[in-house]
C-alpha cells in the first residue's frame, strides 16, 4: 500500500534531496512540503530540477492523512515543530541533531542551545540501520545520523564490536561544501573554497558526541577517545573519512583477515559495500551506499580504514528513506538502488 508522506523544510539541500528521492519511490506519494523562505511559491520555482514534483511550498503542514512526516529543519527549530506530530503519533523521521544524543548535556553543550524537548531522547532511535536495525522497525521517532558520523562509525564498527582495537582512535574527513547547508558563508565563499583545503572544528565538532555514543555502545571499557578532524575540500558532494587506531596487545590480524572481518559484519547491509580497492567520493555520489576499505599498514601494523559516502545520501535523505523503508516494513532498497554518478 502507497505510504503518504511530507517534507518540513523542503528548500535545504537535505530536503530537496529528500524530494528527489521520493518522487522515484515505488511506494511513496509526496503530498506536501514546506519552506518558509519560499513560501507561497512552488517547488519548481526553488527548485527548477524538481520540475515534475509540482507542489505548492507553504508555511505549514497539513499532516491529515500521513503516514510520515520527514523533517530537514535545523536542530532545535526540529524539535520544536515536532513535538505537537510526536505527541499524536505521528511516525516522524528527523535529520537534525535534536534526538540523536541520548544524554541532554551532550547536546546541550554540543549545539548551545536548551533542549526543547528532553523528555523524548530516551524514546528516539538512532537511525542507522546497520546497527540498530530492529529497533528502527518497532519506533515512530528516528533521528538520522550526522554525516560525518555514518562515515566514521561504519568504518570503525566491526573493529569495536570485536574487541580488536583500543579505545583511542583518529578520524580525519574531507567534505563537500553541501555539507555546510545552504546559507551563505566565509568558508563556503567560492573565492575562500575553491583550490583550498581547512581544517574546522578542531576544538570540538558536533558530530563526535555520536561516534562515542554508538561505538561506546560496541566497545569494551574504556569507552572510544576519538580525535575527530573533519576538512573542507572544493566539491559538491561527498564525505571521504580515513580512520586510524592501533591493534589491542596481542591481536594478529592481515589484510584479508579484516577485509573478511568486515565482510561477515555487514553481511546483511545492503548498503555498505566492502571494497577490495580504496574508495573515492566519486563512486557514491547521488547513491545511498557506503564504501569502507579495510587494510592493514605493512610497516607499523596500524589498521586504517577509509571510507566514502554522499553526505546528501547515505549522509542525510537517503539514509531517511533507508530508516522509512523499515518503520513500515518496505523492502530497504526500495528506491534506493541508483549506483554512482561517475565520472
Known amino acids: 500500500m502507497t505510504k503518504t508522506a511530507g517534507i518540513l523544510n523542503v528548500t535545504g539541500y537535505a530536503g530537496a534531496e529528500l524530494a528527489r528521492l521520493l518522487h522515484g519511490h515505488p511506494d511513496v506519494r509526496l503530498a506536501g512540503v514546506t519552506g518558509r523562505s519560499a513560501a507561497g511559491k512552488r517547488l519548481p520555482e526553488v527548485f527548477p530540477h524538481l520540475f515534475a514534483i509540482d507542489l505548492p511550498v507553504t508555511d505549514t503542514l497539513d499532516t491529515a492523512g500521513l503516514d510520515v512526516v520527514f523533517s530537514a529543519l535545523p536542530h532545535a527549530a526540529a524539535a520544536e515543530q515536532l513535538v505537537p506530530l ?64 555514518t562515515g ?34 566565509l568558508a563556503v565563499h567560492f573565492s575562500e573554497a575553491d583550490e583550498n583545503v581547512a581544517p574546522y572544528g578542531l576544538d570540538g565538532h558536533r558530530h563526535r558526541p555520536e561516534m562515542t555514543q554508538e561505538l561506546g555502545l560496541l566497545a569494551e571499557a574504556p569507552a572510544p577517545e576519538i580525535t575527530f578532524v573533519p576538512h573542507y575540500i572544493p566539491m559538491t558532494r561527498g564525505i571521504l573519512s580515513t580512520c586510524y587506531a592501533e591493534l589491542r596487545d596481542g591481536v594478529v590480524l592481515d589484510r584479508d583477515g579484516v577485509t573478511r572481518l568486515y565482510r561477515d559484519f555487514y553481511s546483511d547491509a545492503p548498503f555498505v ?26 610497516e607499523t601494523g596500524q589498521i586504517i580504514v577509509a571510507s566514502a559516502l554522499d553526505n546528501l545520501g547515505k549522509g542525510a535523505a537517503g539514509a531517511m528513506v533507508q530508516c522509512m523503508n523499515i518503520m513500515f516494513g518496505l523492502p530497504e532498497t526500495a528506491g534506493l538502488q541508483t549506483l554512482g554518478l561517475f565520472p
Do not use: M
Open 152 to 185: 566514521v562509525i561504519l568504518a570503525r564498527a566491526p573493529l569495536f564490536a570485536r574487541g580488536l582495537i583500543g579505545s583511542r582512535v583518529i578520524a580525519d574527513t574531507k567534505t563537500g561544501l553541501s555539507g555546510a547547508g545552504r546559507a551563505l558563508g
Open 86 to 149: 510526536i505527541d499524536a503519533g505521528v511516525p516522524v523521521i528527523d535529520v537534525s541533531a535534536d534526538f540523536r544524543l541520548k544524554r541532554v548535556e551532550e547536546y546541550e553543550a554540543a549545539y548551545r542551545v536548551t533542549h526543547p524537548a528532553p523528555h523524548l531522547l530516551a524514546r528516539a532511535v538512532f537511525g542507522l540501520p546497520e546497527l540498530h536495525r530492529d529497533e528502527i522497525a518497532a519506533s515512530k521517532l528516528i533521528a538520522v545520523p550526522g554525516c560525518h558520523s
Open 273 to 298: 559495500h566492502v571494497s577490495d580497492t580504496p574508495p573515492a567520493t566519486k563512486h557514491v555520489a547521488g547513491t545511498n551506499y557506503c564504501l569502507v576499505h579495510p587494510t592493514i599498514h605493512p
